[in-house]
């Protein structure tokens, strides 16, 4: 089941910085953002065995996610570069409502492959 972590900022007079160290449960081997998006829905899939760790890092959106253990679909709202939620590959996502600023910055923790991704969504 997706999950949030709370990432650590630290905020004085010049800004924030957010560290995303020892929190992502995964090795990272892909990085890719997602920018730019009108009013589309993007995603639409799960994986067979990739994990992700998405950030709002501009803007906001909503991931839907839906597990195959038959309850309804969670709606996560990423809005602060702060929060960082945790995709497990057996959770079919979605992402909608971005905001014409939203870049939205995702972790993998393997390599592109298309075999790895599952179209169809639970019953």
């Given at each position: 089941m997706a999950n949030i972590i709370d990432l650590k900022t630290y905020t004085d007079a010049r800004g924030n910085l957010t560290v995303v160290e020892k929190v992502i449960p995964f090795d990272i081997k892909r990085v890719f953002y997602i920018y730019g998006v009108d009013d589309s829905v993007r995603g639409n899939h799960r994986h067979k065995k990739t994990i992700q760790a998405a950030i709002a890092i501009?803007?906001?959106?909503?991931?839907?996610?839906?597990?195959?253990?038959?309850?309804?679909?969670?709606?996560?709202?990423?809005?602060?570069?702060?929060?960082?939620?945790?995709?497990?590959?057996?959770?079919?996502?979605?992402?909608?409502?971005?905001?014409?600023d939203c870049i939205l910055m995702v972790f993998a923790s393997d390599y592109f492959d298309a075999n790895d991704y599952i179209h169809e969504p639970y019953k």
């Amino acid at each position: 089941m997706a999950n949030i972590i709370d990432l650590k900022t630290y905020t004085d007079a010049r800004g924030n910085l957010t560290v995303v160290e020892k929190v992502i449960p995964f090795d990272i081997k892909r990085v890719f953002y997602i920018y730019g998006v009108d009013d589309s829905v993007r995603g639409n899939h799960r994986h067979k065995k990739t994990i992700q760790a998405a950030i709002a890092i501009q803007g906001a959106c909503r991931i839907m996610n839906k597990s195959g253990d038959g309850l309804p679909a969670e709606a996560f709202h990423l809005d602060t570069p702060s929060k960082c939620l945790i995709i497990n590959p057996e959770d079919y996502h979605w992402m909608d409502n971005f905001t014409k600023d939203c870049i939205l910055m995702v972790f993998a923790s393997d390599y592109f492959d298309a075999n790895d991704y599952i179209h169809e969504p639970y019953k």
